[in-house]
Structures are given as structure tokens and as C-alpha cells.
């Protein structure tokens, strides 16, 4: 065993005389070398530059509204909350029985005016003696069995009433004619006579100068004379009377059958401006019905459903639910401040973490910066604030080892990558700052 001879100093002097211990050293190189490591990587050593902001999951297309166009009571609601829906299924039937009550008159309406039509149609024949059954079409029979039958009735006397008027017309056309024909006979046979009484009162004439006859004879076969000739002229007169007669009757019969066919041709047409309105109106009325019916404007699930029984009152446009896009790529809206905007770009990559779901546990989803708005919005909490849309790279996270699908409306918080920064200048921006705002000071 060595013995040193400064085991045996004085503790002062044993203390002065033992030389350093290498180890010492040792360590203090050391600990330069790894504070030289250290300043040499936080040098070169690049961190991420993020802007970090708050939002939520909404789908690229935005969830649609159903409104109400009309303001009336719900008869039934045929969904439920976060039920699927196709495109054009009945969500909510609102109630239409006054419209559709009016709508079942109009065509009733319809149904009446053309059976009356048709009987106007066969009634404007009878009136004109042109070929006519006198019965309504069988196919509107067939078709309106309750309604067809007074109508029918009603057809069958109007030709009935028709027929007996112009049988009293034809009977006395009938009469006149004959009365007609006789004055002609009598009139002929008075003209014939009149030339043989002439020649009768000539001779008698001729005799009297002759002082062969006597006077009274002369003044007798004058008066038989004057007399045929009286009454030539008074037949004549007779059957100028009688064919006068006879023509205003058949103009009358004539005129009476003009207005019968304009009557029926004027209410003929009015049934049919009728029906016309009528068609108009239920137009109106199915258009209207239809606003009574509100479907799903798009495939998607059932939102904000505001009724879940029937009897409730709507007005319009009350909005009565939502339907929120299915299978349709999410995206993240965020709000950005105004100390980030200047350093964000449209493709930057954005780290997006789930408050739903811990990022520690669970991780994030990475997206990528679609859309920056032109306009800062005002926000009452944040001031003023840029509207971000992130697109995400995926539209589930996995829960032990099942895919869980994220939902539009879920909270997030988006870490937009601007660029990158070395350790050593992140390290030193708070010291740099502080002697920044040391030199401001007065």
C-alpha cells in the first residue's frame, strides 16, 4: 500500500497541497460540450409556426331548412329526430281538409257542368230537327250514374216541351195554310167570274140602248157586277192577309227556334267558361295543397325537428326542421384573428383536434386550408375575426379500434402550420422582446 505524505498534513495544508482531481474537470467539459450541443441544435433544430384556432364540423354542403310556405295546423309529422330521409320523402303533413274539401266541390262541379253540356249539345239538335237521340252519352252515364239520371230528366223534358210547342206551331201553320189555300180558290173563282159579269152587264148594256130591256135590268146586272168585282178585290185582299198570316207564324216559329239554340249555345258556353275557371282554381287549389306537404329536399338525417305532434299551428316561414347532408365530406370552420391572417395560405396543412375526442389518446385528424374569407366578420367575444374552411383528410377517428364517424356541429380546435422556426430564436424571442419594450420605455 502507497502511502501519501499528505495524508499526514494538517487539514489547511493537505487541502492546499493535494492537487485538483481530474474528474472535475471532467465534468466541466462535459457540461460545455452538452451546453455547445444544445446551442448548436436549438440553432438548426426547426419547430412548427402554428396558428391555433376554434371552430366546428360542418358539411360541405350546408344543412337545408324546410319551411312552411302556408300558415295552418299540423295533421301529422311522419319523421323523428336523426331519422334518415330520402329526397322527397314526406316529413310533415299539414292539414288541408278545408282545400281539399273545395278542391272535391270544384271537380263535382266539373263533373255536373259537362253532363249538362252534353245535354245542351243534344237539346241544340232537337231545337235545329237535326238527328238526336234525346239521351246523355253513355260513357258520362257510365261515369256519373248519381248525377246522370236528373239531368237525363231533365233532357227528356225539355225535348218533350219542345216537341208539343212545335206541334201547337206546325198545327197552326196547318190551319193558316188551308185558310190561305181557300181565300187563293175563292179569289181565282171570283177573277174567273168577274170577266163573265162584265160581258153580261155589256150586253144587258147594249140591250138597254136599244130600249130592248128595262132599266131595272140594266141596274141589276150592274150591281151583280160591281159586286163580283168588290169582291175580287176584297179576296184579293183576304189572301194578301192570310199569306201575311201565314209567314209571320212560320218566322215566328223560325225566330222561336233562333233563341231556343243561342239560350242553349250561351249556356253551353257559360258551363264551359265555368269548367274552365273551375280547372284554373284547381290548379291553384293542387299547387297549393301541395305547399301542405313538406318533403326532403335532399338525402340526409332529420335536425332541428321543432314539432313532434300533431295540432300544432305554423305560420310562414316557420321553419319546421333540417335535413343534414349524409355521406358528404366534412369540413372544419374556424375563426381566425387578425395577428394570424397575414401569415395563412390556401393549401397549408392544418393539424385538427377533436375536443369530442382527446388527441392524447386518440390522436387528430390532419386537412388541409381550403378557403380564406375576403372580409373580417365582427365577433362579439373575438372581435374581429376571418372565417377559415379546412378540409379534412378523413371523416372518422379511431375509437379501440373502431372507426367512429365525426359529426357536423362537433367543437375543434385547428392548428394551422404557418412555417417554421429555429429552437434557438423561439428561446431568445421573449428575452428580444423584453429588451424591445425596455428600449420603448421613457
Do not use: C
Not at 280 to 290: G, N, S
Amino acid at each position: 500500500m502507497k502511502i501519501n505524505h499528505n495524508d499526514f498534513l494538517p487539514a489547511v495544508l493537505e487541502v492546499q497541497e493535494t492537487p485538483p482531481s481530474p474528474l472535475g474537470r471532467l465534468i466541466m467539459w462535459v457540461v460545455m460540450a452538452l451546453l455547445l450541443l444544445a446551442v448548436g441544435w436549438a440553432a438548426y433544430s426547426e419547430v412548427d409556426i402554428v396558428a391555433v384556432t376554434r371552430g366546428k364540423l360542418a358539411v360541405t354542403r350546408l344543412s337545408r331548412p324546410v319551411h312552411t310556405a302556408v300558415t295552418a295546423n299540423i295533421a301529422t309529422v311522419l319523421v323523428q329526430e336523426g331519422e334518415r330521409v330520402k329526397k322527397g320523402q314526406v316529413l310533415v303533413e299539414l292539414n288541408s281538409a278545408a282545400l281539399v274539401a273545395q278542391r272535391e266541390e270544384n271537380l263535382l262541379r266539373q263533373r255536373i257542368n259537362r253532363l249538362h253540356i252534353a245535354r245542351l249539345d243534344q237539346l241544340a239538335q232537337q231545337y235545329a230537327d237535326l238527328p238526336a237521340n234525346g239521351n246523355l252519352p253513355e260513357h258520362l252515364v257510365r261515369q256519373e250514374p248519381a248525377f246522370s239520371l236528373p239531368v237525363q230528366t231533365q233532357l227528356a223534358a225539355e225535348i218533350e216541351a219542345d216537341r208539343q210547342e212545335k206541334q201547337v206551331y206546325k198545327s197552326m201553320l196547318v190551319t193558316l195554310n188551308a185558310q190561305l189555300e181557300s181565300y187563293q180558290q175563292q179569289h181565282q173563282m171570283a177573277k174567273d167570274l168577274l170577266p163573265i159579269y162584265h160581258k153580261q152587264y155589256k150586253a144587258i148594256e147594249s140591250l138597254h140602248s136599244k130600249k130592248m130591256t128595262s132599266h131595272d135590268s140594266l141596274l141589276e146586272i150592274r150591281k151583280t157586277y160591281l159586286e163580283a168585282s168588290y169582291n175580287v178585290n176584297a179576296l184579293s185582299a183576304r189572301v194578301k192577309e192570310a199569306k201575311s198570316n201565314y209567314q209571320q207564324k212560320e218566322a215566328e216559329l223560325t225566330a222561336n227556334i233562333a233563341n231556343k239554340i243561342r239560350d242553349a249555345e250561351k249556356e253551353r258556353v257559360n258551363y264551359l267558361n265555368e269548367n274552365a275557371l273551375l280547372s284554373a282554381q284547381l290548379k291553384q287549389l293542387d299547387a297549393t295543397i301541395e305547399q301542405y306537404t313538406l318533403v326532403a329536399p335532399i338525402d340526409g338525417k332529420v335536425d332541428s325537428l321543432s314539432f313532434r305532434d300533431s295540432g300544432a299551428a305554423v305560420e310562414a316561414p316557420q321553419e319546421v326542421l333540417k335535413i343534414v347532408p349524409e355521406n358528404e365530406r366534412l369540413n372544419a370552420e374556424v375563426w381566425v384573428s387578425n395577428q394570424d391572417i397575414g401569415f395563412l395560405n390556401i393549401g397549408q396543412a392544418v393539424t385538427v383536434k377533436i375536443d369530442a375526442f382527446d388527441f392524447t389518446r386518440y390522436g387528430w385528424v390532419e386537412g388541409t386550408l381550403k378557403h380564406l374569407s375576403a372580409d373580417a366578420i365582427e365577433d362579439q367575444n373575438l372581435g374581429l375575426v376571418y372565417k377559415a374552411v379546412i378540409e379534412l383528410d378523413q371523416n372518422a377517428i379511431a375509437i379501440s379500434k373502431v372507426k367512429k364517424k365525426l359529426e357536423p356541429g362537433m367543437s375543434v380546435s385547428a392548428e394551422i402550420k404557418t412555417g417554421q422556426r429555429t429552437v434557438l430564436s423561439y428561446l431568445l424571442s421573449p428575452m428580444l422582446e423584453a429588451l424591445d419594450d425596455v428600449g420603448k420605455q421613457r
